[in-house]
Each structure stands twice: as structure tokens, then as C-alpha cells.
């Protein structure tokens, strides 16, 4: 070689002083030459190693190397892909052009200085071009090298050896998911022997490789169902064995699942509940005949043991929704029929809560569309049935619990619950309005609270709404019945549910109701209250008389609270109320809006001033 390391020295010493801004050709012309030689010697030869030298502390000329190659590699796999017809009689021969570019792949590969994206498309550069020479029959999947001509065999025997690094497995194994075809039935057997070699390959590497592990065997469980999916074949045997549930394989594939699925970065953790998922589905395909996962003993025992780890580990959540979306939430429900209000239990809980509603949803949405399919088969009000095993759990909670404990499940799941089923707000209304009073001394359980909302106690006589709250024993810190309807009010009407444009909010509650709740003895209570009169889902919804009337009876016992977070609360939302009357002023000059607005307008003065 003509180039010298004193060259290579100068050259890296240059190109840290060269001005990027007015390199022109030149910053280009010398990452070619410094990456042809790169390239072209051994790994041991001292030129290599003067080059990384050259360009250590030139840290964007070393990125746009590594692109550059990227885009080499890519360029290569194009012109293959492109020109398969013509290059077929080439590359069946013993040429010297496909096999230095082969060279050039298996070189990238084994070499740990180029990035993971470029080793990653070396790989798959190496299986395209051996798929270009041996044709896509069962020949190309072969573990061993005996099918292929002759040099193709000497050029991978790099690829071969006990020493190489791990690394080269991962990428070889990602390039066959990706550049062989898995769609329909396998061509053969070798092809089988393929498909359950890359996750055993997988399995054995170590965690420095995590996401890139987790994306390929991601890639292989969907490469799986694709060779599955011909309803017209059936699950070769050898397949049928590995995939089915509690199979050696499947028991591997689930201790990667388990040991990876609170891992710190979201890629990986996302990558393997697809993971999960998709052996769920595999194991779906080797038991077409059931349909019923409570036949399944497989499902049944997984959902068991899934149900009983800690609640803590948040890869659970996504384990089971994965459940819920391929068996629906009644699989469930009918082996833990109490889940809904342990998931409202860990609500609570900050770093929780979000998986807990994620959960949440899946189940009151799936359960709902379960009982609306079985409905013509069914007696009775299947809404009645939803109700009792989502809405009454809920009640219970914002009846009985602090408020500062429920702050979640306001911003989480109420919502979500509303959107699901707006009508379920008549349901809240008449539960909270129709419960009767507790006897001193007993406790209220769920099981005690569900018997207080059933149709014997909604036909029963109605009841003076707070005295619910006010005999609870114990329970001073919470909001109780009324201000329980306070808080679904306004969250209806937050979500466009319900609007005071129909009649004080639908007629649902009375008006001496919302009276008392706006001055109540529970600061919550009368923000929730004054809340549900004061917000609206548009900025535009017109600002009743009637709305105004409360506004007034509201203020005179507040305005002068000694807690500094009503306070706050109050004149936030009396700016609110001010902005929809001036918005109405802009719109119909109406006088009762102006006066409303001066109104509100002076209290907060007085409030600013006080």
C-alpha cells in the first residue's frame, strides 16, 4: 500500500483544522480516501488503526464516514435487489465481484467499530446476496454451507468460527427475518429448522444488545404468524410443538418477557409486550379448535399466575391487556371478579395510576362490546349488568375515599369512562341521589355499597341526600354521596356530556341540590359544585340566568374562605365565567351578559384587593 501511517496522521491532523463552512469538496474527497482504506486493510493492520486515530477527535467527520458507509451498503443491496435476472448467471459462477462485495459485508460485520445500524444492514446485505446466489427454496435456509457453490462457501467461513463476536449472530439472524420471505407455508423443512434456531440464537446474548434483541425477536414472533396464517395449511408439527403454550420455547421466550418487561428503556419494554402478544396469537394458531379461553388450560393458568404477581411491576399491566384484547375482559372478570376495584385501589398510587387506567379501559371497553354481541342471546338489561361491575366500584371510591387519593382517578378514568358511555351519567346521578342513609357502626363495603344502587333500592322511597354523608362513620375527609355527584357533574359537563343549555344540566338533579353542594361543609364538595356551574365544554356556551343566581348564592359564604387553595380555585373560576359572558356580549350585546360581567368584574377586585 502506497499510504503511510505518518499520512493517515497528517491527514486526520488536517481535517481537525479544516472549516467545515468552506470545505467544498475537499472534507468529502478525504472521508472517501480515509474510508477506502479503511475498508481495504486487515483488521490488524496499523493503517486501520491510524485512521480511528485520525479521526478521533473529529467527531462529525466520523459520522458522516459511518453514513457514508450506511449509504455504500445500502446502494449495494439496491442494485442487487433490482438487478436479480441479470446478476443470476454471475453470481452462480465464482466471480470476483460479488464475492469482494460479500468480503465487504462479513468485513463490517465482524468489525466492532462500525455502529449497530451499519452491522445491522450488513447482515442483511450478507443473506440478500446469499438468497440472490441459491434462490429462494428450502436451500437458502440451510444452517450449513454444503448447498452453496464453492466460494460462497470460502468467503463465510469468517462467519463460522467459535471466536466471532455475538453481535454477528444478532445481525445475521435479523437480516434472514428480514430479507427472506416468511408469508404462507414454509418451503421445506430446513426452513423450519431456520425459524426456531433465531430465537434460541437470540436468547443466549448478552444484555448490552437489549433493544436490538428485543426489535428482532419481535420481528421473528410476527415472522412466525406470517407462515401460520394460511387458514388452508396446517401448523407444520415441528412448529406446532415449539409454539404451543408451555413448550420449552414458549417457556424461554416468557422468562425474557418477565425478566425484560420493566426494563429502563421504552423501546424495550414496548417491543416486548408486542412480543407477548404475538405468542399469544401463536399459541391461538396450534389450537384452532378452541375459541374459549376458560376450555384452555394453557391461557387459564397463564391469566392465574399473570393476576397474581405484584401489582407493582408495571409490565403486568400491558401483559394482561394483551389478554383482554385477544379474550376479551369477561376471561377476566370471571377468574377475578373483583378486579375493577383493585385497579380503582392503585389508582392512588402516582406511578401506577396511568397503567392501572390504561387497563381500566381495555376492560370496560371490551366487556361492553361482549355484553352488547350477547345481548339478543341474553335476559335482562346487559347495560344494568356493565354498570354494576365498572360505575358502582367507582361511586364507591369517590363516596368513601379522601379526595386528595382520587385526584387520578378524576384525571384518568372518569373521562375515559364518560367517553365510553355518556349515558352511564343517569346511572351516577340516580345511584348517588337514591342512596340510602348507614346505620352508625357499620361498615360500607363495596359488596354492602353495590346492594345500596340496585333497582330494589331505586324504587325504594328517596332519601335526604346528605344525610348519607353525614352518618358515615369515620370518613369526615371525604366527599360523601353529594359530592360525588358534584365531581360527575362536572366532569360530564367538561366532556360535552351534558350542558346547562338543556335545562340545568339535563334536568338530572334538582336545583336545591346544587344549593346545598355550593355550600357545603367539604371545601371539595363546593368547588366541585361551583365548578360544575362555572366550566363548560365551550367557551361559547351562553351564561344563564340561572347559572348566575348560583354564582351569587355561592359567593358570600366563600369569599372570605381562610384556605388559600379555594381562594386560588374561586377566582379561577369566576374568570371563566367572565370570559363566557364577554364572549356572549361580543356575539348578542345581550345586557344581562354585561351585567354578569361587571358583576364578576368587581369581585375580583375585591378579591385582588382583599
Known sequence: CDVSV???????????????????????????????????????????????????????AQAQLMQSCLAVVKTSMLVLQRSQDALSEVLQAEQDTPGSLLSCYIRILLDGEFIQAIQSTAGMAVV?????????????????????????????????????????????????????????????????????????????????TAMVV????????????????????????????AFCGGSELQRHLLEHIYSHWEHPLDGVRHQTRSLFHNLLRLHQHTKPSSSNPAEDPYITELTRSLLGLEWHMRGKYGSLGCLVELHGAEHLLGIEP????????????????PYASDLLERLFISHKAQLAREAS???????????????????????????????????YFLPKLLRCSPSSLAHMVRALQDMPPCRTGIKLTPQVFQLFVT????????????????????????????????????????????????????????????????????????????????????????????????????????????SPGVRQQTVSLLKKVRARAEVDVGFTGCRFSQQSAALITSVLHSCSAG
Open 6 to 60: 505518518p499520512m493517515v496522521l497528517q491527514a486526520g491532523s488536517q481535517l481537525e483544522a479544516l472549516n467545515e463552512e468552506h470545505a467544498g469538496g475537499t472534507l468529502d474527497a478525504c472521508l472517501n480516501a480515509l474510508a477506502l482504506v479503511y475498508t481495504s486493510v486487515q483488521a490488524k493492520n496499523p493503517l486501520r488503526r491510524a485512521v480511528a486515530s485520525g479521526l478521533a477527535g473529529r467527531h462529525i
Open 128 to 208: 440478500l446476496l446469499i438468497r440472490s446466489v441459491m434462490g429462494s427454496g428450502d436451500e437458502v435456509a440451510s444452517v450449513g454451507l454444503e448447498p452453496a457453490p464453492r466460494w460462497l462457501q470460502q468467503r463465510c467461513e469468517a462467519l463460522c468460527t467459535s471466536g466471532r463476536n455475538p453481535g454477528v449472530s444478532l445481525y445475521l439472524c435479523h437480516g434472514a427475518l428480514a430479507m427472506l420471505s416468511w408469508k404462507g407455508s414454509l418451503p421445506g423443512p430446513q426452513w423450519e429448522e431456520l425459524l426456531l434456531l433465531v430465537p434460541k440464537t437470540l436468547l443466549d446474548l448478552d444484555s448490552s
Open 214 to 241: 428485543a426489535r428482532v425477536l419481535t420481528l421473528w414472533s410476527g415472522a412466525a404468524l406470517d407462515c401460520l396464517q394460511e387458514e388452508t395449511q396446517l401448523c407444520p408439527p415441528s412448529l406446532q410443538v
Open 338 to 353: 373483583l378486579l375493577p376495584s383493585h385497579l380503582l385501589d392503585l389508582m392512588g398510587d402516582q406511578t401506577l395510576a
Open 377 to 411: 342471546e341474553e335476559t335482562g338489561d346487559w347495560m344494568e349488568r356493565w354498570h354494576r361491575t365498572w360505575v358502582n366500584p367507582l361511586l364507591h371510591v369517590l363516596c368513601h375515599t379522601s379526595p386528595d387519593q382520587t385526584t387520578y382517578i378524576l384525571d
Open 455 to 562: 333497582d330494589h333500592f331505586f324504587s325504594a322511597s328517596k332519601t335526604k341526600y346528605s344525610c348519607f354523608f353525614s352518618l358515615l362513620p369515620g370518613l369526615s375527609s371525604s366527599r360523601g354521596a353529594l359530592g360525588a355527584l358534584m365531581t360527575c357533574l362536572r366532569a360530564a359537563r367538561a366532556q360535552g356530556v351534558t350542558s346547562s343549555e338543556e335545562g340545568l344540566w339535563g334536568g338530572l338533579i334538582p336545583l336545591s341540590l346544587l344549593q346545598q353542594a355550593l355550600i357545603h361543609k367539604h371545601d371539595q364538595v363546593r368547588m366541585d359544585a361551583v365548578g360544575l356551574v362555572c366550566e363548560s365544554h365551550r367557551s361559547t356556551e351562553v351564561l344563564t340566568s340561572q347559572e348566575m343566581d348560583l354564582i351569587r348564592h355561592f359567593l358570600p359564604p366563600n369569599l372570605n374562605s381562610q
